[in-house]
């Protein structure tokens, strides 16, 4: 049950017909874990808090720098040297001392990802490679976990929700991450953060637009981004959504799967 503070703090929810009370309780309930507490995951991490989601869980391994400061809101200067975990837990306990909030100082790899996935209802991915990525669409499909995934440009981004362990209406399986990106691009074809750039506030729209996505999964209303890619043109002010379906021939829910665990990203 809801108690008086957290009545009035989420009001402006409750009374909408989509959510009410039991939606914001479903939030209540709910579990979520955010990959990294960066330009898109620090968004991610104030609105799901500030939305009353239960347990909020981030891991990071990294520390906050200046740079961060120009998209990665939820820290502050005087957190310069912190880890990043810590410096969002702080902020999350401020914002909203209902969360209960688990920091995860580590780096995800395929030895912890499975034990830590199977521990909360949802995934948010807002890491910066290819490589985590793929990794954490993988370990989700086998921990049989929902994924909302979002990556950024210079200045574009696009945002999806992948439950490919699950089928649709027509009792074929959702598709997965490799079905819309079946290989990562080659090594050093896409610029690192560092050394092209990105528009702050970008990283805002994502964020708030992938914790968005997490709040309809949980509290269901709506048609959710499952074989939509939600694609944003900062340059133009362009969003456009484009369908995929399941591939055959992806590895994981394909005709003949070949990925049964993590080992290939061993």
Same mark, same amino acid.
């Given at each position: 049950?809801?108690?008086?503070?957290?009545?009035?703090?989420?009001?402006?929810?409750?009374?909408?017909?989509?959510?009410?009370?039991?939606?914001?309780?479903?939030?209540?309930?709910?579990?979520?874990?955010?990959?990294?507490?960066?330009?898109?995951?620090?968004?991610?991490?104030?609105?799901?808090?500030?939305?009353?989601?239960?347990?909020?869980?981030?891991?990071?391994?990294?520390?906050?720098?200046?740079?961060?400061?120009?998209?990665?809101?939820?820290?502050?200067? $005087? =957190?310069?040297?912190?880890?990043?975990?810590?410096? *969002?837990? &702080?902020q999350?306990? /401020?914002?909203? +001392?209902?969360? #209960?909030?688990?920091?995860h100082?580590?780096r995800?790899?395929?030895?912890?990802?499975?034990?830590?996935?199977?521990?909360?209802?949802?995934?948010?991915?807002? $890491? =910066?490679?290819?490589?985590?990525?793929?990794?954490? *669409?993988? &370990?989700?499909?086998? /921990?049989?976990? +929902?994924?909302? #995934?979002?990556?950024?440009?210079?200045?574009?981004?696009?945002?999806?929700?992948?439950?490919?362990?699950?089928?649709?209406?027509?009792?074929?399986?959702?598709?997965?991450?490799r079905?819309?990106?079946?290989?990562?691009?080659?090594?050093?074809?896409?610029? /690192?953060?560092?050394?092209?750039?990105?528009?702050?506030?970008?990283?805002?729209?994502l964020?708030?637009?992938?914790?968005?996505?997490?709040?309809?999964?949980?509290?269901?209303?709506?048609?959710g981004?499952?074989?939509?890619?939600?694609?944003?043109?900062?340059?133009?002010?362009?969003?456009?959504?484009?369908r995929?379906?399941?591939?055959?021939q992806?590895?994981?829910?394909?005709?003949?799967?070949?990925?049964?665990?993590l080992?290939?990203?061993?």
């Amino acid at each position: 049950m809801l108690s008086a503070d957290e009545l009035e703090r989420y009001a402006r929810h409750i009374v909408l017909r989509e959510v009410g009370g039991p939606g914001q309780n479903a939030l209540k309930q709910a579990s979520v874990l955010v990959i990294g507490a960066g330009g898109l995951g620090a968004p991610v991490l104030m609105y799901l808090a500030a939305a009353g989601v239960g347990r909020l869980g981030v891991i990071d391994d990294d520390i906050v720098s200046l740079s961060n400061l120009q998209r990665q809101i939820i820290h502050a200067t $005087s =957190d310069i040297g912190k880890r990043k975990v810590d410096s *969002a837990a &702080a902020q999350i306990h /401020a914002l909203n +001392p209902h969360v #209960t909030f688990e920091a995860h100082p580590m780096r995800l790899t395929a030895d912890n990802a499975m034990a830590l996935i199977a521990r909360y209802d949802l995934v948010l991915d807002g $890491s =910066d490679n290819f490589e985590t990525r793929y990794l954490v *669409a993988d &370990a989700c499909f086998l /921990a049989k976990r +929902p994924l909302i #995934t979002a990556a950024l440009g210079q200045f574009d981004g696009s945002l999806t929700t992948i439950r490919a362990h699950e089928k649709n209406a027509d009792g074929v399986f959702n598709p997965t991450y490799r079905c819309l990106f079946p290989e990562a691009p080659p090594p050093g074809t896409v610029p /690192a953060c560092a050394e092209a750039g990105v528009m702050g506030a970008l990283a805002g729209v994502l964020g708030s637009m992938m914790a968005l996505e997490a709040i309809r999964e949980i509290v269901g209303f709506g048609e959710g981004l499952v074989g939509r890619l939600l694609m944003v043109d900062a340059r133009a002010m362009r969003f456009e959504t484009l369908r995929y379906t399941r591939d055959p021939q992806n590895p994981l829910n394909g005709d003949a799967p070949g990925i049964t665990d993590l080992s290939g990203h061993r």
